[in-house]
């Protein structure tokens, strides 16, 4: 038993982007007056990384979809981490309040 499955996956799998070259991940092109969208990456700054090749729209729309959620999630991650950071500095400062700028007069 191989457990191989045949036929197009119906699950979406990241597949490594990278920016375009011709437009450097701008999406657009500068043209003769005006910005155009870039034909190389189908207007979207992202290519495979393996091929260097635009994805066909299809498999581009599912790929930015899932970068983006991979993305969104990690922000929002990172932004608990950090107010979670924030909160325990606070907690630490309110109770460590003494600072090292007291005076130490000698009144001679
Ligand atoms: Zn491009």
Known sequence: MTGKSHGPSLKAK????????????KAVVMGVFH???????????WVSADTG?????????????????????????????LSK???AERNYQDGNRLGAGGTNYTGD
Do not use: F
């Open 85 to 87: 950071a924030w909160g």
């Open 14 to 25: 990241p597949i490594d982007l990278k920016h375009c070259q011709v437009c450097m991940g």
């Open 53 to 81: 090749e635009a994805l066909p729209p299809e498999v581009l729309v599912t790929q930015l979809g899932l970068l983006l959620n991979i993305y969104q999630q990690r922000l929002i991650a990172n932004s608990q981490a």
């Open 35 to 45: 910005e155009l969208p870039c034909t190389a990456c189908h207007a979207s700054g």
